[in-house]
């Protein structure tokens, strides 16, 4: 007689040893649970104990009038930045004024003898305002770019303790745009240098060449 299969379509418990039927042990691993219908996993938690700052830019952006660099500790770091510059220049104008050459020329006609003196600057004066100028460039280059950019802070500015930083994400803006932000200073010089008076009433302390770069100063904490 064949043996017929229990009512119900049903079978018996399968036997532990057999993949096909075995249930996970007590304990044992679970698998994650699937990801969301829209896609990709949720955030992972903000670290036990703590909470998630916000992101960095629209921190700076939200600070308040009096955690921007006030103007006067600006126009202080901008001449200690233009220290180097003049005593380059000085050096130079000085070594062409006492190298000067002077000519002159007689001029005879039949009613008059007259003679015209003139100065003119030698050899090695034109040679010391050459290097004089290149000088100033690798500085301006170095300062305002590669130390400005990579740190935030020119020469000037981290001896007042400040720096620039972008106001989108709180950081350096690097060499391009430092030099960029630069040249950005001619706007403010164009209308009767008005921009570099924009910090004592603007609420983020910026001048135009700030608010076309989005950048603001900040103190070094």
């Not at 229990?6 to 691993?29: A, K, M, N, T, V």
């Not at 921190?59 to 600006?74: I, N």
């Not at 233009?82 to 062409?96: D, E, F, G, M, S």
């Not at 240098?193 to 004592?200: A, H, K, S, V």
Request: proline content about 14%.
């Amino acid at each position: 007689m064949t043996d017929q299969p229990p009512p119900g379509g049903s079978y018996p418990p399968s036997d532990p040893g057999f993949s096909g039927g075995q249930e996970p042990p007590s304990g044992g691993y679970e698998p994650p649970p699937p990801p969301p219908p829209g896609g990709g996993y949720p955030p992972p938690p903000p670290p036990s104990g703590g909470y998630a700052p916000p992101p960095p830019g629209p921190a700076v952006r939200a600070l308040p009038t009096e955690s921007y660099t006030p103007w006067l500790t600006r126009v202080l770091a901008a001449l200690i930045d233009n220290v180097p510059l003049a005593i380059v220049y000085t050096i130079a104008w000085v070594i062409a004024l006492v190298t000067q050459q002077s000519s002159c020329v007689a001029n005879i006609s039949q009613y008059d003898v007259s003679q015209y003196c003139y100065s003119q600057d030698s050899v090695i004066g034109l040679f010391a305002q050459g290097l004089a100028w290149l000088a100033i460039l690798v500085y301006g280059i170095w300062n305002f770019g590669f130390r400005q950019g990579t740190t935030g802070s020119s020469l000037g500015k981290s001896v007042m303790k400040i720096k620039v930083v972008s106001e989108n994400t709180g950081q350096p803006i690097g060499f391009g745009l430092s030099i960029v932000r630069q040249l950005a200073h001619i706007v403010d010089a164009l209308i009767c240098y008005i921009g570099f008076l924009f910090p004592l009433w603007d609420a983020k302390r910026q001048t135009l060449a700030d608010k076309i770069m989005t950048t603001v100063v900040l103190p070094i904490a």
